[in-house]
């Protein structure tokens, strides 16, 4: 099959031998015209060695994301087999067991299909396709899919923010079978209600399933304050381990709705719970209650642009200092960020920042990344967006 070369700058090739798997089109000696994004090519080197190949993304500074370093490998339907069987078993020996049925089955780039996001809810999936590139192949990857998995329903969830950046509508909607407005899932032996059509991201923050069940030898007898707590699912796991109070707040009043449906699910007192539809910076200011025993604080991205870095950090220290100031001595923080431009580095400076300004002592106990079902390319830091750090404060 023929397949359009693309050579290589030889003082470039070093990030495509250590499997990095983005190539910017500054990397490349020229570009010819005429190439159609998903296109299959090849990348080789000035002396016509082959280093890799992957699909042609486009004329702007992404010219190609790469899947493959194996010259013998195909792309045709067998590819996209291989690949999510292969994402599928590694799940299936590190995170998959009677206690849960819901993770992610594909990590983009980490997985050997970048732009391709597959999240498995029991026997449905949420996909979302990323860019042109990968959405050319949909058709493949959803046959691949359901020949592998053989789901219920397909769902598809490409409502983010990176299609407006390569001028792209979004595309929500059924692509295969059916699905009930809600899926009952199980993770780590708890029940949750997951919103595939309209939930945040594709339904559920799996990301955090590790985070919420490290939560609970810190949750016994405490007051607990749960701050962007959408569905609840800290709360449960606090509530599970014993907590004396758990104060859930979000700003949609349809989130805090299935966080009180998913307390029920799991059998849990409900008269421990307190559910505020509120600003979770204006509850943090002007708190009704103070001297928490344990603090959650698990906001969405406040760094979507890596020119406002420095903005955003502002905001993760103000909410952290005002959680401090609420901590009783020796109470625990939980605190967040999936920011892919904040490094750990910088996540730590602030809050040692918020730690000063709130005359506190912070002891870090335990740090937290991404989960097994979220692997990470060794070469791939742009992937690393996750950090979520629990701490003492003193």
């Not at 959405?135 to 691949?144: G, P, Q, T, V």
């Not at 810190?218 to 707590?229: D, E």
Request: glycine share 8%; with cysteine.
């Amino acid at each position: 099959m023929f397949m359009t070369k693309l050579i290589v700058n030889q003082n470039r090739v070093g990030p495509i031998l250590g499997r990095h798997p983005w190539v910017f089109s500054g990397a490349l000696k020229y570009v010819p015209e005429g190439l159609s994004c998903g296109q299959s090519v090849q990348l080789v080197d000035e002396t016509g060695h082959f280093l890799a190949q992957g699909y042609f993304n486009s004329y702007s500074q992404m010219a190609v994301r790469l899947w493959s370093w194996d010259e013998k490998e195909v792309i045709n339907d067998n590819f996209f087999v291989k690949r999510i069987t292969d994402a599928y078993k590694l799940r299936q020996d590190y995170v998959v067991d009677k206690n849960t049925d819901a993770y992610r089955l594909i990590n983009s780039e980490s997985d050997l299909l970048p732009g391709l996001v597959v999240d498995k809810y029991g026997n449905y999936l949420s996909v979302q396709f990323h860019n042109r590139g990968i959405e050319f192949w949909k058709h493949n990857i959803l046959d691949a899919l359901i020949k592998c998995l053989k789901p219920k329903g397909i769902y598809e969830r490409s409502d983010v923010g990176g299609r407006a950046r390569e001028q792209m509508e979004k595309e929500v909607g059924l692509l295969y079978g059916k699905l009930p407005k809600k899926v009952t899932i199980l993770e780590n032996g708890y029940k949750f209600v997951v919103d595939i059509i309209s939930g945040q991201k594709t339904g559920f923050f799996l990301d955090q399933r590790n985070k919420r069940q490290a939560l609970k030898k810190y949750s016994k007898n405490k007051r607990v304050l749960n701050c962007f707590s959408y569905t609840g699912g800290f709360s449960v796991y606090a509530l599970s381990a014993g907590a004396k109070k758990v104060i859930s707040v979000d700003a949609s009043e349809i989130a805090l709705k299935l966080a009180e449906e998913n307390i029920k699910l799991n059998k849990l007192d409900s008269k421990k719970c307190e559910f505020i539809s509120a600003d979770v910076k204006d509850y943090l200011y002007n708190p009704p209650e103070k001297d928490f025993d344990l603090i959650i604080l698990d906001p969405p991205a406040f760094v979507k642009d890596r020119h406002k870095i420095r903005e955003g950090l502002q905001g993760y220290r103000k909410i952290n200092e005002a959680a401090l100031r609420l901590l009783s001595p020796n109470g625990i923080l939980v605190t967040a960020s999936c920011s892919a431009h904040v490094s750990m580095m910088d996540f730590r400076h602030m809050l040692s920042e918020a730690a000063g300004r709130a005359g506190r002592v912070v002891q870090i106990l335990e740090v937290y990344t991404h989960g097994i079902d979220h692997p990470e390319l060794a070469a791939f830091t742009e992937g690393e967006y996750l950090k979520c750090i629990f701490a003492r404060v003193m």
